[in-house]
């Protein structure tokens, strides 16, 4: 028996990256796994490459009915949602005197309504199946000032203080839904242009998307079922310095 063994686990962003790399593992730990992205190309690829029971969702994660419908899509296809990973994002490198509103609000739309509206209706399906897990991809950029990421680090800012209200509404409601974050720092994907190990100056080495979705499979699971509204940093101690 897998670690995720028959468990329903949709993932936005799925098609690279931290995402990718987390369908893999879920599907390797015998997850149910429903690739969520738009890049439809790109996504079924990937599912065709892991085979069934994988599927792919189209979903723009800014869009809320898309939200209703992906996910009741997925419920009458598999019967529940056991696991979301709000992996869906975007990176702006701008500082706090040059980014525009239009920039700001894209950014916001993708990375801190994506996985509000991601947690808002995950938690009411997986509730009514006794309970489930939730895991939003931050970044350690929520932690400290970021100068030229000021859209970028302000959103995943939202998205720690959300997981962290959702975890003690779930808590208090007791759906048995648990909401818990990873902050990566520089991690190779295709969205920060980083190569695995690329030594950066002040942070060490790059990490692998693999780094990442190891803390999320470790989230997702039952091993962390009394694991509820916490944030777990893997940056290889850049924020503890």
Same mark, same amino acid.
């Given at each position: ?13 799925? *098609? ?27 996504? $079924? ?20 009915? *898309? ?9 009458? $296809? ?52 006794? &309970? ?60 920060? &242009? ?20 190891? &803390? ?8 962390? $079922? ?10 290889? *101690?850049?924020?503890?310095?």
């Amino acid at each position: 028996m897998g670690r995720m063994q028959d468990k329903v686990c949709l993932v936005t962003g799925g *098609a690279s990256g931290i995402g990718l790399a987390t369908t893999k593992a879920f599907a390797r730990e015998g997850g149910i796994v429903v690739l969520a992205d738009l890049d439809e190309a790109a996504g $079924r690829e990937v599912v065709g490459g892991l085979g069934e029971p994988a599927s792919f969702l189209a979903l723009d994660v800014t869009d809320e009915a *898309a939200w209703e419908t992906g996910i009741a899509q997925v419920v009458a $296809r598999y019967g529940r949602l056991d696991v979301l990973v709000n992996n869906a994002g975007i990176l702006s490198g701008t500082d706090v005197v040059s980014t525009t509103m239009e920039e700001w609000r894209r950014v916001m739309a993708v990375n801190a309504d994506g996985p509000f509206l991601g947690c808002k209706h995950a938690v009411a399906a997986m509730a009514e199946v006794g &309970g489930g897990s939730i895991v939003n991809v931050a970044s350690m950029a929520s932690y400290s000032g970021a100068p030229p990421l000021v859209a970028y680090a302000a959103s995943k800012a939202v998205v720690r203080s959300l997981t962290q209200t959702t975890a003690v509404y779930c808590m208090d409601q007791r759906n048995g839904v648990r909401c818990n974050s990873v902050h990566p720092g520089p991690i190779a994907t295709p969205m920060t &242009g980083l190569q695995s190990g690329q030594e950066l100056p002040g942070l060490g080495a790059a990490g692998a998307p693999e780094d990442v979705a190891n &803390g999320i499979l470790y989230l997702a699971s039952d091993e962390a $079922r009394h694991v509820n509204g916490t944030a777990l940093v893997i940056d290889n *101690a850049i924020t503890a310095r």
